[in-house]
């Protein structure tokens, strides 16, 4: 499938055929089929509970991490399957920002950045500090932390840790970045530096947003999709989703009237 | 506050809004029964009565805006509940117009009412266009109140009668003018009255379509009055001014 936009086409960057996802035998995502088209934010809502944590934790292989939990469909990144892939280089094309902040705490703001590029086996001083100043550029931080890159990263505010995360992420240079709640923990003035930072990414990122707060899904992003038990409901642009949702369940969920 | 209680308020700022439709809606209908009936029955009373209904009008139209205004601002509406509120947006205006030309028709039966003390019986075909017009209106109004998207399905029909009685008419009373039944102060004034009607029928057209798109989502475009071919001018805004 591919999402005619006015700048142009975009065709699906990730693509989950018929997922399901268990913790034991517990079924946690029942058969989601759905295309995320690059270089877009689509965003996932529904109740706590519905899945869509788990969803996206399946799109760079985290779900598994947890003892007894399963995957079963396909899900094509690229065009290719990444169950077959090797998990620590998919995590690097498929980075993730998570609800909580959460900064190496023994590491200062650059060694924060630099820490997944190490990891990569990044050692050149001049690519490492090339990489940490456009990383902190990109998440917006670079003004505020630029005369601190030595101080602790636990020592920044909520934002701007969750900032400094996303730099993180950034800094290996991620082709998508999940994002699970990124602000559900920030003030007002941090979630709008967070949003509009979303709203840079797209032009160079394929972003995939959870949030509880709809009105957040309909300011950052293009698609939309709601989950209820386990179960895609509706996926479709945002505006539709807000303005006339093809189901009733859609419907009552985003008015509020869910019982 | 909590989720819950912010869906409460809503509901509860959801239900003053239509109360307040409810009766700006009433209200035009009323305005334009009685504008009929003055031009009818040359009753300056009910003249009077069409202008104090029409300022009442004026003034529930600024409640309707502050509530809707309120309700986007505090509350987010989105899906059925935003589509209600633009709609009570947009046609309050079109209740609002149908107030103004109303008045403007009572003030025209007080007008020829001095020359003329009831409608003369030539002009039956006016009085059908007032009937039908009236129906249209109270068609629209009956959808939005009952929340019926199909009963104004078929509105567009009603407005194309209308639009031809009103072309008829005015080659009628041009008529009449040369023929020198009808004086050219009153024939001028009952083409006015005409033009209203039309002008009436055009915004009981916008409610029908908004309805359609409250209860839908979906804009019926065929039917939209704006923009329709009229004479050898072309293109005209029917429902400006």
């Not at chain 1, 950052?220 to 505006?239: H, I, K, N, P, S």
């Amino acid at each position: 499938m591919e999402y005619q936009q006015s700048n142009g086409v975009h065709p699906a960057k990730i693509r989950a055929v018929d997922v399901s996802a268990y913790y034991g035998s517990k079924k946690a995502i029942d058969s989601v089929t759905l295309d995320i088209p690059e270089k877009t934010v689509t965003a996932i809502i529904g109740p706590s509970g519905c899945g869509k944590s788990t969803f996206i934790r399946c799109l760079n292989r985290m779900h598994e991490v947890i003892p007894r939990a399963k995957v079963t469909g396909a899900i094509l990144l690229d065009g290719e399957d990444i169950l077959v892939q090797d998990p620590v280089q998919l995590r690097r094309r498929v980075g993730m920002v998570f609800q909580r902040a959460n900064p190496f705490p023994t590491m200062t703001i650059y060694d924060n950045v630099a820490a997944g590029l190490r990891l990569n086996g990044v050692r050149d001083r001049n690519i490492l500090d090339q990489r940490v100043l456009r990383s902190l550029k990109q998440a917006a931080l670079w003004d505020e932390v630029k005369d601190e890159l030595n101080s602790p990263g636990m020592r920044l505010s909520g934002g701007q840790q969750q900032r400094l995360c996303i730099a993180r992420a950034l800094a290996v240079e991620p082709e998508v970045l999940l994002m699970d709640e990124p602000c559900s923990a920030l003030d007002p003035i941090a979630t709008a530096k967070i949003e509009d930072l979303i709203y840079d990414l797209k032009k160079s990122y394929t972003l995939v947003v959870v949030t509880h707060n709809m009105q957040q899904a309909a300011r950052v992003a293009e698609f939309t999709a709601f989950m209820y038990l386990g179960r895609l409901v509706e996926y479709d642009r945002t505006q539709k989703i807000f303005e006339n949702p093809a189901e009733k369940l859609t419907e009552n969920y985003i008015t509020g009237r869910f019982g | 506050m909590t989720e819950v209680a912010q869906r409460k308020a809503l509901a509860l700022g959801l239900e003053r809004l239509n109360e307040n439709m409810r009766n700006l809606a009433e209200l035009s209908e009323l305005a334009i029964r009685k504008a009929i009936d003055s031009l009818q029955h040359v009753s300056e009373t009910e003249a009077r009565e069409v202008f104090d209904v029409d300022n009442a009008m004026y003034e529930l139209q600024f409640v309707i805006e502050r509530n809707c205004v309120d309700l986007i601002a505090l509350h987010a509406p989105v899906a059925r509940d935003l589509r209600t509120i633009t709609t009570s947006l947009k046609i309050s205006t079109d209740f609002d117009r149908i107030g103004r030309y109303s008045k403007d028709i009572a003030e025209i039966s007080l007008k020829v009412g001095k020359e003329s003390p009831t409608l003369p019986e030539k002009l039956e075909n006016l009085t059908r266009m007032a009937d039908l017009t009236i129906h249209m209106v109270d068609t629209s109004i009956r959808a939005f109140v009952n929340r019926d998207a199909e009963s104004v399905k078929d509105i567009g029909k009603f407005d194309d009668a209308v639009d031809d009685m009103h072309d008829e008419l005015f080659l009628e009373l041009v008529k009449l003018m040369e023929n020198r039944i009808l004086r050219v102060s009153q024939g001028a004034e009952y083409i006015l009255v005409s033009r209203y009607l039309e002008r009436i029928a055009d915004h009981a057209v916008n409610v029908g379509n908004r309805v359609v798109y409250m209860m839908t989502g979906e804009q019926p475009r065929h039917a939209a009055p704006y923009f329709k071919k009229s004479g050898p001018d072309g293109m005209k805004d029917s429902t400006s001014g």
